[in-house]
């Protein structure tokens, strides 16, 4: 059995969009406690390193 390679991340429609909604996960981070802050960034860069990948793929 073959086991499909995944392919680049789906390219968003608009890329802007895609790092506005990555950066709004930093939205209220002062209100949360500091043992979730690494966490937040770590979903923000992975989002932002998404949209840059989906952006470049293509050019918009």
């Known amino acids: ?3 499909p390679t995944p392919g680049p991340p ?3 429609a608009d890329p802007l969009a ?4 990555a950066v709004a996960g930093l939205d209220g981070l002062a209100n949360r406690p500091p043992a979730e802050h690494v966490e937040a960034f770590e979903r923000v860069h992975t989002a932002l390193g998404d949209a840059l990948a989906a952006g470049s793929s293509g050019g918009a």
């Not at 895609?18 to 909604?21: G, I, L, S, T």
Request: glycine letters at 0%; zero cysteines.
């Open 18 to 21: 895609a790092v506005d909604r």
């Open 10 to 12: 789906p390219r968003p």
């Open 1 to 3: 059995m073959t086991v």
